[in-house]
């Protein structure tokens, strides 16, 4: 597990403890690789707009990992609706509460570079935005 990964975990920890010693509902929702309209392909944030951004312009596919690894890509729609059901619950959580929300298609690692051959044939004048 890596720092990163250790440190979510601990914050989860932490607020089940809080949420257990308050009496409190706590609900932690563990999203990754959440793309969708308005999303800067610039900041370093948001792969699905980076590759894209750097499938048009021609820059190289940042793909790290073996490309047999297996990713979940969450569509913000998608993301708002989970979130909208979980405030929506009546139901109290004993104490926390954790939901992975997880793609039903994920893909390969190795797939994207497949895919955005085609979005590169488009070119950075196709109109397409990133």
Same mark, same amino acid.
């Given at each position: 597990?890596? +720092?990163?990964?250790?440190?979510?975990?601990? &914050?989860e920890r932490y607020l089940g403890m809080y949420a257990r010693n308050f009496?409190? &509902?706590?609900? %932690?929702?563990?999203?990754?690789? %959440?793309?969708?309209?308005?999303?800067? &392909?610039?900041? #370093?944030?948001?792969? !699905?707009?980076?590759?894209?951004?750097?499938?048009?312009?021609?820059?190289?596919?940042?793909?790290?990992?073996s490309p047999a690894s297996v990713r979940d890509y969450q569509y913000v =729609? *998608? %993301?708002?609706? %989970?979130?909208? =059901?979980?405030?929506r619950a009546r139901r109290r959580a004993v104490a926390a509460e954790c939901?992975?929300?997880? *793609?039903?298609?994920?893909?390969? !690692? #190795?797939?994207?570079?497949?895919?955005?051959?085609?979005?590169?044939?488009?070119? &950075? =004048? +196709?109109? !397409?935005? !990133?």
């Amino acid at each position: 597990m890596s +720092s990163y990964g250790i440190l979510k975990l601990t &914050a989860e920890r932490y607020l089940g403890m809080y949420a257990r010693n308050f009496g409190l &509902a706590v609900r %932690v929702l563990r999203i990754a690789n %959440v793309h969708g309209p308005g999303q800067p &392909a610039t900041r #370093g944030q948001g792969v !699905v707009s980076h590759l894209f951004r750097c499938a048009i312009t021609g820059c190289p596919l940042p793909l790290f990992g073996s490309p047999a690894s297996v990713r979940d890509y969450q569509y913000v =729609d *998608d %993301v708002a609706r %989970v979130v909208a =059901d979980l405030l929506r619950a009546r139901r109290r959580a004993v104490a926390a509460e954790c939901r992975h929300r997880s *793609d039903p298609n994920p893909w390969l !690692v #190795g797939e994207w570079s497949r895919f955005l051959g085609f979005a590169s044939s488009l070119g &950075a =004048d +196709s109109g !397409v935005r !990133v």
